[in-house]
């Protein structure tokens, strides 16, 4: 908060994602977890529980500040203080998207009670502009799923994620970390090349590191001295744009008659064909798919025509 006073302007951020600390006494949550805590930085600054609500609301105020009407906010958390967090962001003018579940692939074993295997991203815009949303950036319009049929980019833009963490044996870490996926697909749905990412709680610098991977600028800060002299050296390794070779292309839109007016002759085109296509059989949704790629017009599109016919 005081390096975002000092070194943000108003309105001068593109996308925030912060993965804030827990208020859970988080420097102490490798006594859970069977792994060799030699490899991790020291130095990870907590919040006392009785703090969490007015820090929430104080570095959710400041985020608010310095992004740019339009701009997203995306913030990880937990369910411990999941509360104090949505009570601040309801102080605030930003207005929800979306409250996405992210399940990742191991949680802490447990007896008594579930095992909780996933955060919360509580994705936000800041009002007065248009916010990005690149909606065909990762998959195609008309892209399926070779097993289900189903849609590809409707499945990846589902507000359920399934993404493992990454486990990085052998090397130094912080004491947790943002896979890599998750931050790719945040970054490439909610900002353009060129556009400034920051993070509040920067710690491993993972955010800063894929957003410059992508081509992005990159901002941030970080209380932890141990973390900061380790990862501003590693972040120097980082090459602009290196990780926008890995992405997959997306197929090409094929409804090259989407958005055109509809007109009579076309409407008498399509029932005639959806008739033919019923008469070999076909159900009313594989006849109106089929018709998607001949007609260059959306499913949904189609089927309305259809049902203003039928009366």
């Avoid at 005081?2 to 925030?16: C, F, H, K, M, Q």
């Avoid at 993965?19 to 020291?42: F, M, Q, W």
């Avoid at 996926?181 to 945040?186: A, D, F, P, Y």
């Amino acid at each position: 908060m005081e390096g975002a006073r000092e070194y943000l302007p108003d309105n001068s951020v593109d996308l925030i994602i912060s993965d804030p600390p827990y208020g859970i006494a988080g420097d102490t949550l490798h006594k859970h977890y069977n792994r060799n805590e030699s490899l991790v930085l020291d130095g990870y600054v907590e919040v006392p529980a009785e703090e969490y609500p007015a820090f929430s609301l104080a570095w959710i105020k400041e985020a608010e500040r310095v992004l740019k009407p339009g701009g997203s906010l995306y913030i990880v958390s937990g369910y411990s203080n999941l509360i104090h967090i949505l009570n601040a962001l309801q102080n605030t003018s930003l207005q929800e998207v979306n409250h996405i579940i992210w399940k990742y692939n191991f949680g802490v074993y447990t007896r008594k009670k579930y095992i909780s295997s996933h955060y919360h991203i509580l994705y936000y815009v800041k009002p007065g502009g248009q916010p990005v949303f690149n909606t065909f950036s990762r998959y195609g319009e008309m892209e399926k799923n070779d097993e289900s049929k189903g849609s590809l980019n409707y499945q990846d833009r589902e507000d359920v994620w399934i993404i493992n963490k990454e486990y990085k044996h052998g090397k130094i870490k912080n004491k947790n970390e943002l896979p890599t996926q998750l931050l790719v697909k945040m970054i490439q749905y909610s900002s353009n090349e060129g556009d400034l990412v920051c993070d509040f709680f920067l710690g491993s610098f993972s955010t800063a590191k894929v957003a410059i991977g992508l081509n992005r600028r990159a901002c941030g800060f970080e209380k932890s001295s141990v973390a900061f002299d380790y990862q501003i050296r590693e972040i120097k390794k980082i090459v602009p744009g290196s990780l926008i070779p890995t992405l997959r292309t997306p197929a090409p839109r094929k409804r090259t008659r989407q958005g055109e007016r509809i007109s009579e002759a076309e409407r008498e085109r399509v029932t005639q064909r959806y008739s033919e296509l019923k008469g070999q059989k076909m159900t009313q949704k594989a006849a109106i798919q089929q018709m998607t790629e001949e007609f260059g017009r959306g499913y949904w599109s189609l089927l309305r025509m259809l049902q203003q016919v039928s009366g």
